[in-house]
């Protein structure tokens, strides 16, 4: 993102601060530092340290954060009191491996006076760390989550979230020396997929695929009043594969087609809207999706391969919303064909193919079995080939930049993956989880008797709960806490825990375009120069079917057809009737059918769609009856109409 304007907007608007500017001294030694580590990481894909992966974690990890200090904050130039944070934070990184590492772990739950203090200035350093890459939010909840640790003995017996108090040593022992701690799922995530993978994606725009996905979303759609909509929506979803960031996918994809928009009459905010629903897809979508899918697959201990296979229709059903809301707003406000200079689609194929391929090794490499990690390496050493096509002079500094910067981006994800063992390890000495759990589920059956309402009720406090924390932390941080707390809440009243953690998965993810702060809207607003809450309420109405669609999932058995896990004929039926639900949220929110929607059959497809997506054979005929009844009304009324003009 060359364009320091469009660097400007991602830097406010995104979930991640911005790192700083550095002089060309500095940047030079962060650029040497990232590659070794890049080197490392790889190293440790085909040739793993022998004592584990904890050990792995704690060199990662001692490596790692001592060049957030050094990154991110103010001025071009790191002052001496960075220099000493991470000096600071390589000797307590390193720590556990000075005295022997083997040592260190026999001495779990029994930490000596100088491991207590190793601990407590390392999370101090994990805490400052996150506030510098993501802000204040995520570690003063994480504060609140030591504090409770520790005087949760003095909170009434009476209430269900008390506990017998942990002390400070014990404390520290969890964040420490545990595998809930810092070390545990979320870092180990972090360390082994994450940066991997934006490895990857840095490797596969410097091959060129970010400007080939733009082209040949262009080329495809050429000439039609729709084409700029749809233009917008299918290079959103490539540019997803190479960014991983909402907002900057966001921001990436409005300098390109913002101008088209804006020539075919889009008004500011309808574009707004639509370039954030695009920037946001990608990151709910396969093959790549966000960061918190990788999580999933390690908590559930399945193949990254099922999670991919389980985003395939809710990702089918988001672009179907977008699509059929890209038809309706190019009728309803006039959108004019836009001569696009674009070769043909046939000629840019040509010339860009290969680009889908390393796409396409990662899902035939899963399929064969091997292990994520090998199948995105692989992935990479293609794209890196490829990238010898167009820049055979370059492309030794090309790579090495590539994997630099690869490093570097996730440095703001391993904060926050370290900061979440502070919650994790914190819920499960405690059992606040479990606890929090029982009161969600307390308060929806105060409210109603049947099981099929409580499970409503839990479902939708649960949806809030996790947009709400979604608005305040990053998404990885959000589906780690909402995974451990809210997540037991519906696995009790009987939720599979696949379809639990994508439900949550989804929530966390929306929170980017969840009114009031929605920071894919805000930056799109900024962008298009559109009205900061109209552009939200665009946004909005483009991603409602992902708002509701995950609340299929968990209402009846049949939801798990909606992620492919069952009969193929289920799956089939599901997704049908789920089309159909979308379809009438379209009409609700686009006022468009087959012209002008008026109020009485906008108001119909609101039963319409509720019905039709609470997946059992009753209430979809309900609700497509509902939908008949629409569209009998609109054809009669538009008759009407029509007669008297």
Request: glycine share 8%; charged share 10%.
């Amino acid at each position: 993102m060359a364009n320091p304007d469009l660097a400007r907007i991602v830097a406010e608007h995104d979930e991640e601060m911005p790192s700083r500017s550095l002089s060309p001294r500095w940047e030079r030694a962060l650029w040497i530092a990232g590659l070794l580590i890049a080197l490392l990481v790889l190293k440790q894909v085909f040739f793993p340290f022998s004592k584990g992966s904890q050990y792995y974690l704690i060199i990662f990890l001692a490596v790692t954060l001592p060049l957030v200090f050094l990154a991110y904050g103010r001025g071009h130039t790191p002052p001496w009191w960075d220099w000493v944070l991470a000096a600071l934070a390589f000797v307590v990184g390193a720590y556990p491996l000075f005295g022997g590492y083997d040592e260190f772990l026999n001495r779990q739950g029994q930490l000596t006076t100088l491991d207590v203090i190793a601990g407590s200035v390392l999370l101090v350093l994990i805490l400052e760390a996150c506030r510098r890459t993501t802000g204040w939010v995520l570690p003063v909840v994480c504060v609140a989550f030591v504090l409770y640790a520790y005087y949760g003995g003095f909170l009434p017996p009476s209430w269900s979230i008390s506990h017998s108090g942990v002390d400070f040593p014990q404390i520290i022992n969890g964040f420490f020396n545990d595998g809930s701690g810092f070390y545990g799922t979320p870092l180990d995530v972090a360390a082994t997929y994450i940066v991997l993978f934006t490895i990857y994606g840095a490797v596969l725009n410097a091959s060129g695929a970010g400007k080939f996905f733009v082209d040949i979303s262009f080329a495809a759609f050429r000439k039609s009043r729709t084409a700029p909509g749809r233009t917008a929506a299918t290079a959103g979803f490539l540019l997803g594969t190479v960014s991983g960031s909402g907002t900057a996918t966001t921001v990436s994809l409005g300098a390109v087609t913002w101008p088209m928009l804006q020539k075919a009459g889009y008004p500011k905010e309808n574009a707004g809207g639509l370039l954030a629903a695009s920037g946001i897809g990608a990151i709910l979508s396969p093959p790549t999706l966000g960061a918190a899918a990788f999580i999933i697959a390690e908590y559930l201990k399945v193949s990254y391969l099922d999670v991919l296979i389980w985003a395939i229709v809710p990702t089918l059903l988001y672009y179907l919303g977008i699509a059929l809301a890209v038809e309706a707003d190019a009728r309803r406000f006039g959108a004019k064909p836009v001569d696009v200079d674009a070769p043909r689609f046939l000629d840019v194929l040509k010339l860009g193919w290969y680009h889908f391929l390393s796409l396409g090794i990662i899902i035939v490499f899963l399929a064969l079995g091997i292990p994520v990690y090998k199948a995105v390496v692989y992935a990479t050493g293609v794209a890196a080939l490829f990238a010898l096509i167009n820049h055979r002079r370059e492309w030794p500094r090309l790579i090495a930049d590539a994997l630099s910067v690869g490093v570097r981006s996730a440095f703001p994800v391993i904060a926050v993956c370290a900061a979440a063992g502070v919650v994790t390890s914190t819920i499960t000495k405690t059992g606040l989880g479990q606890a929090l759990a029982s009161s969600l589920v307390d308060l929806a059956s105060a409210m109603a008797s049947s099981e099929t309402v409580v499970l409503m009720l839990t479902a939708v406090f649960a949806a809030v709960a996790v947009s709400v924390l979604g608005l305040a932390v990053p998404v990885t941080a959000s589906f780690i806490i909402s995974w451990v707390v809210i997540g037991p809440a519906l696995i009790t009243l009987g939720v599979e825990p696949a379809e639990t953690a994508m439900f949550i998965f989804y929530y966390a993810v929306l929170s980017e375009v969840t009114p009031p702060t929605a920071l894919a809207a805000v930056a799109a607003a900024a962008l298009t120069g559109g009205d900061v809450m109209k552009t939200m309420w665009q946004t909005w109405k483009y991603t409602l079917p992902a708002f509701l669609v995950p609340l299929a999932f968990v209402l009846t058995d049949a939801g798990s057809s909606l992620l492919l896990r069952g009969p193929l004929l289920d799956s089939v039926w599901a997704f049908g009737a789920s089309a159909l639900g979308v379809a009438a949220l379209a009409v609700l929110t686009g006022g468009w059918l087959f012209g002008p929607a008026r109020w009485p059959e906008r108001l119909l497809c609101v039963p319409a769609a509720l019905f039709l997506l609470y997946l059992q054979p009753l209430t979809i005929a309900i609700g497509a009856g509902f939908l008949v009844v629409a569209v009998a009304v609109h054809l009669v009324t538009r008759g009407r109409v029509r007669e008297a003009a």
